[in-house]
């Protein structure tokens, strides 16, 4: 009998550990949540379109805090944030005046009250949410529509940037988009209309400027001349300064090709100090493109220089890019000499 006692021990034990997990179990189980963080309620249509404005301001902080997710296409698509995707949309907004196609009252409103909006951008002061919105509000209501709240960005600098660069965009980009004879004028003066007022955005208005006179769109359609290059200050009403060449040049190698289109501005002005101080980080192409704004100069000492610098990088290679078109434009300065 004393050897019971110890075995009927032995079974308990196993007994009162179930018990005390079923204990445990039912008590988490009854157990509050953790309270979540509350999110605005957004009331979204299936098109991801909002339905007042300040939906819409709810809807663009919770994209942000998303990261920004694109919303049409891969297994993360998000349609909720349809708003905030560059998309070529309905013309009808414009031509048919149409009040419910595929603008929201949010987007309504950048164009009704751009001060407001513009407003709240700048409270966010974020690059992309402004070049997002910016882009739709051109494609839904046209893009001279949108440059009432691109000037109210005027004293930001990135988010003006950010903002003009959309609009300029959006004609090649949204081949659905309607213009009127001359919107591409309009849209290049308030390009430069910043500008002229902020001299550290000159060299950037140009390259968009240069973007402008380059549209494939324009250029199938026949518009006429955007920019006039050869009198730039008269069309401007500004003279350009010799380091405004730099600060073209400093937006990169496509600001390089395109200085053929740009070079006649700069007539009388153009200085190879602007260039041999970038010449390190430019591609022999890029030189080619700067070397016709030489040319157009009559400055064929400089296109020799050019020359012998692309000769001097290629030496190594003869096959190379370098030493291809340093005989290139070897041959071009006798050339460009005979056609003055």
């Known amino acids: ?56 301001w709810a809807l663009a902080d919770r994209w942000v805090a998303d990261g920004r997710p694109d919303a049409s296409g891969g297994p993360l698509a998000r349609p909720e944030y349809e708003i905030f995707t560059p998309r070529p949309c309905c013309i009808h907004c414009r031509t048919n005046r149409s009040r419910d196609c595929c603008g929201s009252p949010w987007s309504r409103s950048a164009v009704e009250s751009p001060a407001a909006f513009a407003s709240e951008l700048l409270k966010r002061r974020d690059v992309e949410l402004t070049k997002r919105v910016v882009t739709n ?14 000037r109210e960005l005027d004293a930001d600098e990135p988010l003006w ?10 004609p ?13 004028a309009r849209l290049a003066h308030e390009v430069w209309r910043h500008a002229s007022s902020a001299p550290v955005s000159r060299g950037f ?24 290059w050869k009198h730039f200050g008269t069309w401007s009403g500004t003279a350009l300064r010799a380091d405004d060449l730099g600060g073209y040049l400093d937006e990169g190698p496509t600001a390089w090709r395109a200085a053929g289109k ?25 030189i080619l493109g700067v070397s016709e704004c030489l040319c157009s100069e009559g400055d064929t000492g400089g296109i020799l220089e050019l020359a012998t610098y ?30 003055l």
């Open 205 to 228: 208005a140009l390259s968009l400027l240069a973007t402008l006179s380059g549209q494939e769109y324009c250029e199938e359609r026949g518009c006429p001349d955007i920019v006039d």
């Open 137 to 150: 509000v051109g494609s839904e209501h046209g893009v001279l529509a949108a440059i009432p709240l691109v």
């Open 262 to 286: 740009v070079c006649p501005a700069f007539r009388g002005k153009l200085h190879t100090d602007a260039l041999r101080s970038r010449l390190d980080d430019a591609s022999a192409d890029a």
């Open 1 to 56: 009998m004393d050897d019971a006692v110890p075995c009927s021990r032995h079974l308990l034990r196993p007994l009162w550990r179930l018990i005390a997990w079923a204990l445990l179990a039912l008590l988490s189980a009854c157990a509050p949540e953790d309270p979540q963080p509350a999110r605005s309620p957004v009331s979204t249509r299936p098109s991801g379109r909002v339905d007042s404005i300040a939906d819409g």
């Open 172 to 184: 090649h980009s949204s081949t659905n988009t309607v213009f009127e004879p001359g919107d591409f």
């Open 161 to 170: 940037r950010a903002a003009i660069a959309a609009l300029v965009a959006e």
């Open 310 to 339: 692309l000769r001097r990088r290629g030496a190594n290679d003869p096959l190379s890019r370098d030493a291809r078109v340093a005989r290139e434009l070897q041959a071009s300065s006798s050339t460009c000499a005979r056609t």
